[in-house]
Nanobody, 122 residues
């Protein structure tokens, strides 16, 4: 499956952005999905994950209550709604797909998008 992430940009502290990740090539609904991010000079980290049906989600502690992961299987699209953004959320955000169960380890994921840059200014 090919993944194309978009929606990044520059936003002020406290602002909002919605990231999208469009999948093509294979049936989107057969993959659990995740969002990851990589800040400058740091490793790529798990942000959020969602099950195939969208009924189950999980977030890293630092984004709980601010970010919402969702999916529209009819549109083959994954979303990440980001509210109350902070400068520490500045990173390159990646979407990823797994034929297994989503989770934190990057090794779980079979396919990756190209990343979209989010910059939060203070």
């Amino acid at each position: 499956v090919q993944l194309q992430a978009s929606g990044g940009g520059v936003v002020q502290d406290g602002g909002s952005l919605r990231l999208s990740c469009v999948a093509s090539g294979r049936t989107f609904s057969t993959y659990a999905m995740g969002w990851f991010r990589q800040a400058p000079g740091k490793e790529r980290d798990f942000v959020a994950g969602i099950s195939r049906s969208g009924s189950t989600t999980h977030y890293t502690d630092s984004v709980k209550g601010r970010f919402t992961i969702s999916r529209d299987n009819a549109k083959s699209t994954l979303y990440l709604q980001m509210n109350s953004l902070k400068p520490e959320d500045t990173a390159l955000y990646y979407c990823a797909a797994t034929s297994g169960v989503y989770g934190r380890p990057q090794s779980k994921y079979d396919y990756w998008g190209q990343g979209t840059q989010v910059t939060v200014s203070s």
